[in-house]
Nanobody, 117 residues
Framework: QVQLVESGGGLVQAGGSLRLSCAASGSTFSINYMGWYRQAPGNQRELVALIGRGANINYADSVKGRFTISRDNAKNTVYLQMNSLKPEDTAVYYC???????????WGQGTQVTVSS
């Protein structure tokens, strides 16, 4: 089992920045990818950014150039630096940990990010 605890959400004006953190505990040795997804009201959950243990990274086109994902394997923590935030970035952001084992993954509880215009 893996437990994920997110922090860093909040309210920010358009153009501002926020940094999200997600700390993993438990069977962290099993984690391959860690990343962030988001879900706005009425929308499906979508990928924001994903980073592998070997630091291979994937971003959604909508956040490229504005968001940066990073990972500290020693601390079992993944970060999402969000710059130049837009109102359309408003959503609940969820941390996800994908293990080496087929179809085994874990979600955090979610953290609200609200960007005002």
């Amino acid at each position: 089992q893996v437990q994920l605890v997110e922090s860093g959400g909040g309210l920010v004006q358009a153009g501002g920045s926020l940094r999200l953190s997600c700390a993993a505990s438990g069977s962290t040795f099993s984690i391959n990818y860690m990343g962030w997804y988001r879900q706005a009201p009425g929308n499906q959950r979508e990928l924001v950014a994903l980073i592998g243990r070997g630091a291979n990274i994937n971003y959604a086109d909508s956040v490229k150039g504005r968001f940066t994902i990073s990972r500290d394997n020693a601390k079992n923590t993944v970060y999402l630096q969000m710059n130049s935030l837009k109102p359309e970035d408003t959503a609940v952001y969820y941390c996800k940990a994908e293990t080496y084992y087929s179809n085994t993954y874990y979600w955090g509880q979610g953290t609200q990010v609200t960007v005002s215009s």
